[in-house]
């Protein structure tokens, strides 16, 4: 069965040419010009990826992504102008997994759609679930449990959370979490890995004393249990 995608995006033109791409490359796709009716499109059938701009007219892309991460771990793949830093990495913490840059090839955009959508699929066969003090990370079924309470995250923010706990107190470099949790096909850099732990620390920081999200200076990142 075709992957849906939903490809919010204000440009006729830009959009037109996604979608034919994407078609090409056995997509079913949906557009939408305008964030008003990319909440529509959504609720009337969860697509399997939204492609989200940014600047669009009714709603833009942060409150777009905002409105259906209220009710869903949807991929979303945020398009940016070459100058809007500050607008990736808020997308980022907004939920987003991933963002890439106009103008694009569009080899690349199909690469990072593949890329996220394989990170999206949980295999059948999986057992993956870690146990600390009052904190549960869950990769069967993509669930946060902090304190005992449900804690809505996205998808590659818990393999980032449950990669590092799965190897305790060992550092990796943000190069190496980008390797090993977003893959060699990733096209992105380091910060987006910071914008990623920022938002699981405002998760779990301060729930227990027996483990914790570290920052090793000058290296990267550690889960350390005492």
């Known amino acids: ?128 679930k870690l146990v600390f003090d009052k904190l549960i990370i869950n990769l069967d079924s993509y669930e946060l449990i902090v304190d005992g309470k449900k804690v809505d995250t996205p998808p590659k923010e818990l393999e980032l959370l449950y990669h590092l706990a799965s190897t305790p107190n060992r550092v990796y470099t943000r190069n190496q979490l980008l390797d090993e949790v977003w893959g060699f096909d990733y096209f992105g850099d380091s910060r987006t890995v910071d914008v990623h732990i920022k938002r699981l620390r405002e998760k779990v920081e301060n729930v227990s004393d027996q483990w914790a999200l570290k920052t090793v200076w000058g290296v990267g990142y550690k889960f350390e249990v005492k």
């Open 1 to 128: 069965m075709a992957r849906n995608i939903l490809v919010v995006e204000d440009d006729r033109n830009i959009s037109d040419l996604i979608r034919m791409y994407m078609e090409k490359e056995g997509f079913e796709v949906r557009s939408a010009y305008d964030g008003g009716k990319a909440i529509e499109e959504f609720e009337k059938q969860a697509p399997d990826l939204v492609l989200l701009d940014i600047m669009l007219p009714v709603m833009d892309g942060w409150a777009v992504c905002s409105k259906i991460r209220e009710t869903s771990k949807v991929p979303i793949i945020m398009l940016t102008a070459k100058s809007e830093v500050n607008d990736r990495i808020t997308g980022l913490e907004m939920g987003a997994d991933d963002y890439i840059v106009k103008p694009f090839e569009m080899k690349e955009l199909m690469a990072r759609i593949n890329a996220v959508l394989r990170r999206s699929e949980i295999p059948d066969d999986t057992k993956k």
